[in-house]
């Protein structure tokens, strides 16, 4: 039997509708992975989680403690995990420490809230003096290179060398210094809704070859960016961020440098490194053929090569 005026069938389309769209939004629905099992999979030692300027940082301190010293600076949405095979190599000869940046990886997210390039920089300093390290060569990718160049002008005498991986800094066509970027709402929407396919997708342009990207890889991601607060502060960083021009402060950097950079990057390009050599008084450019924006992760042993010999002079 069914209502006056309606149909068995309308009810039972109706039915599957709702149930369709009930499925889609489990499916899309991204929770939070608990602190303790994401800790049981990728943190190396309970020493590793320090207290560094009011907030609770997840460090990698490895190699000879006498070795001059090299830190490792990750991209948005990443983690000290990037550098695991950069890593490896280096701690044969040199100290390396890197870190999971606030609200990223393992680090729990900034009490403070701050998520701009200048927070960034006073937690570089605090680590650097909480673990006694006077000066040391800087090695940055995308924001990570933005805050190493920051670092540089900046605090010149604390950096022996630098490495800057498709650095952010410069605007992008259409953009203007000194605003704030609009973020899309379905960005703001990864805060409920993360999908691994969805994430899969959207990893997929920082590699030359998509192919290189790895299960592990995908599966680390998807972890590491679900732990509490980290999309909350992800959002948090997008919005706080103001580019302002780089010319005035990389006008500033002293650093022999090193610009590293994927000839197939489709998220900063090749052009931008013209950017950079203009500026900075003492750079050169290395390009990586068929290579994009991550080479740590796409081409580990290719990318360090020239790292490595750049360090040695």
Do not use: C
């Not at 300027?53 to 990698?60: E, K, P, S, W």
């Not at 040199?94 to 937690?123: A, K, N, Q």
């Not at 990318?303 to 360090?311: G, T, Y």
Request: no cysteine; glycine share 8%; net charge neutral.
């Amino acid at each position: 039997m069914s209502l006056p005026g309606t149909g068995s069938f309308g009810w039972t389309a109706a039915g599957i509708l709702l149930a369709a769209l009930a499925g889609v939004g489990l499916w899309l629905w991204t929770p939070d992975k608990s602190r303790a099992e994401l800790e049981a999979r990728y943190l190396d030692a309970p020493a590793d989680l320090m207290e560094v300027a009011g907030l609770r940082l997840h460090v990698r301190d490895r190699g000879p403690r006498d070795a001059p010293a090299i830190i490792l600076l990750h991209g948005f949405g990443s983690s000290l995990h990037t550098w695991e095979p950069w890593a490896r190599d280096l701690s044969a000869d040199y100290r390396v420490i890197r870190f999971d940046l606030p609200g990223s990886g393992l680090s729990e997210p900034d009490p403070t809230g701050d998520y701009t390039i200048g927070r960034s920089m006073e937690i570089l300093q605090a680590l650097m003096d909480r673990i006694g390290i006077g000066r040391a060569s800087l090695v940055g990718n995308s924001l990570g290179g933005r805050i190493a160049w920051n670092f540089a002008s900046r605090s010149p005498e604390r950096v022996e060398k630098l490495v800057l991986i498709s650095p952010d800094g410069f605007a992008s066509p259409g953009e203007e210094y000194g605003r704030r970027v609009e973020i899309p709402l379905p960005l703001k929407l990864m805060r409920y809704a993360l999908p691994r396919i969805l994430l899969s997708m959207n990893l997929a342009p920082a590699y030359g070859d998509p192919g290189r990207m790895t299960d592990a890889y995908l599966d680390r991601y998807h972890d590491l960016i679900r732990a509490p607060g980290v999309r909350d502060a992800m959002i948090a960083r997008m919005e706080q961020a103001i580019r302002e021009d780089p010319v005035p402060l990389l006008r500033l950097v002293r650093a022999p440098t090193l610009l590293l950079w994927g000839e197939k990057d489709a998220l900063i390009p090749l052009t931008n490194a013209e950017d950079y050599l203009r500026v900075l008084p003492r750079a050169t450019l290395v390009r990586l053929p068929g290579i994009g924006h991550v080479p740590q992760e796409e081409a580990p042993a290719a990318s360090l090569e020239p790292v490595k010999a750049f360090l040695a002079r």
